[in-house]
């Protein structure tokens, strides 16, 4: 059986916990910052989770994470 190939741009986008749930970065926080409230800049910049109903086709795309 090969190996399965693993999504680079889904790898370098992901990390896990220690638990094993995968975290992302929340997006928005690039560019046009000045529009934006200072608590919503606030709030982007925390780590998003990957929620439990995309968890399964997530880790299909990076098996070895």
């Known amino acids: 059986m090969p190996k399965i190939k693993t999504r680079r741009a889904m790898a370098k986008?992901?990390?896990?916990?220690?638990?094993?749930?995968?975290?992302h970065d929340k997006a928005n926080k690039g560019h046009l910052?000045?529009?934006?409230?200072?608590k919503r800049k606030?709030?982007?910049?925390?780590?998003?989770m990957v929620a439990k109903s995309e968890n399964k086709k997530v880790?299909?795309?990076?098996p070895y994470l």
Do not use: D, F, N
């Open 59 to 62: 880790r299909r795309m990076v």
């Open 33 to 38: 910052l000045t529009k934006k409230s200072t």
């Open 42 to 48: 606030r709030e982007l910049g925390q780590v998003g």
């Open 13 to 23: 986008r992901l990390k896990v916990t220690g638990s094993g749930k995968l975290m």
